[in-house]
């Protein structure tokens, strides 16, 4: 008999849900990862698998979970908070936004390259090398720009061992996407300004593998402080309209 069989099956969806909220804050799952199968949720908690499909679809409707293709359920937030399309939109609506964006960046992710050098793992370290590798291996098609240097920035999120921060950065995935790819298509494209950004990124890893949290910091400062540059040098009367 499943523990708390004799509730409302809705209050045992309810109490379900509440769990892997908690679960979700405390970072045992991170968001883009999968959730363990129905069964397998259901004998961790002990309860039907009725009551754990019920307590996803909920946390589904409510911005926390979606299904994937293929099955299964992915975290997207811990908070359930959609602010993607409309900050999106306003990026690719406007140089000054875009410009804004990526000041605010570099205000975060200065601190989390400081935290990367002082928490990363020599597992992370690794994966980061390999994934600078692969970003800027020249055989490499010009259409993985983008996708290369959000999993780059991402991971180095993961790095920082901030739980909320990894969130944070999770929750401005699609906005953060758009502005790289403005960025790397359609307002720099080219080796010049691909060769700054391999040098940058190539600075930025060597820092937090060397464990110097000042040179990590200062590497991700010079590295956005540049492309807001070549962002504001470029339209210097863009205006936010």
Known sequence: MHQGENE???????????????????????????????????????????????????????????????????????????????????????????????????????????????????????????TFQQAHDPRRPAKYRTEDDHRLHMMIARASGSIIYYHLMKMLHDVLHAALDEIRFHIFAGPQFDNMVQNHHRAIIDAIAARDPDRAEQAMYEHLGAVINHVTERTPKASGG
């Open 8 to 130: 409302r099956p809705k209050r045992v969806a309810e109490r379900v849900a509440d769990t892997l909220l908690a679960r979700f804050a405390a970072g045992e799952y991170l968001p883009g990862e999968r959730l363990p199968g129905e069964r397998q949720l259901a004998e961790d908690m002990n309860v039907s698998r009725v009551s754990v499909r019920a307590a996803l679809q909920k946390l589904k409707t409510r911005g926390y979970l979606r299904a994937v293709q293929g099955g299964g359920t992915e975290l997207l937030s811990s908070t359930g908070i959609e602010m993607d399309v409309a900050m999106t939109d306003l990026v690719r609506g406007s140089i000054t936004n875009l410009a804004d964006l990526m000041e605010l960046r570099r205000t975060l992710e200065t601190w989390a390259a400081r935290r990367a050098a002082e928490n990363a793992t020599d597992e992370q370290l690794a994966e980061l090398r390999a």
